[in-house]
Nanobody, 123 residues
Framework: QVQLVESGGGLVQTGDSLRLSCAAS????????MGWFRQAPGKEREFVAA????????SHADSVKGRFTVSRDNAKNTVYLQMNSLKPEDTAVYYC????????????????WGQGTQVTVSS
């Protein structure tokens, strides 16, 4: 089992950048595939990005492709989401999630979740 804690959210302006971090407990972090999701007010939670256990494979939602980048540092038990050129529509609570095998894009495919960190982008 793995525990996840997100950090790095905040209030920024359109065009700004933020880097979210997700720190994981446990000695087997490097074996987990990780995902980032977000949930805006009144909307369903949606996939943002995913990364393989080694970091060699990544996937990003079309809405963030070219602006957001997922990465990880297994020595630090941390996965990151670098967010550039932020837009008001990126405002949401951002969650990281973990699963044992394979890149995945659906909420139900991830058994482990963090509590989320709020990102607010003002226009």
């Amino acid at each position: 089992q793995v525990q996840l804690v997100e950090s790095g959210g905040g209030l920024v302006q359109t065009g700004d950048s933020l880097r979210l971090s997700c720190a994981a407990s446990g000695r087997t972090f490097s074996s987990y595939y990780m995902g980032w999701f977000r949930q805006a007010p009144g909307k369903e939670r949606e996939f943002v990005a995913a990364i393989s256990w080694s970091g060699a494979s990544t996937s990003h939602a079309d809405s963030v492709k070219g602006r957001f980048t997922v990465s990880r540092d297994n020595a630090k038990n941390t996965v990151y989401l670098q967010m550039n050129s932020l837009k008001p529509e990126d405002t949401a609570v951002y969650y990281c999630a973990a699963r044992v095998a394979g890149l995945a894009y659906k909420i139900y495919e991830y058994p482990y979740w963090g509590q989320g960190t709020q990102v607010t982008v003002s226009s």
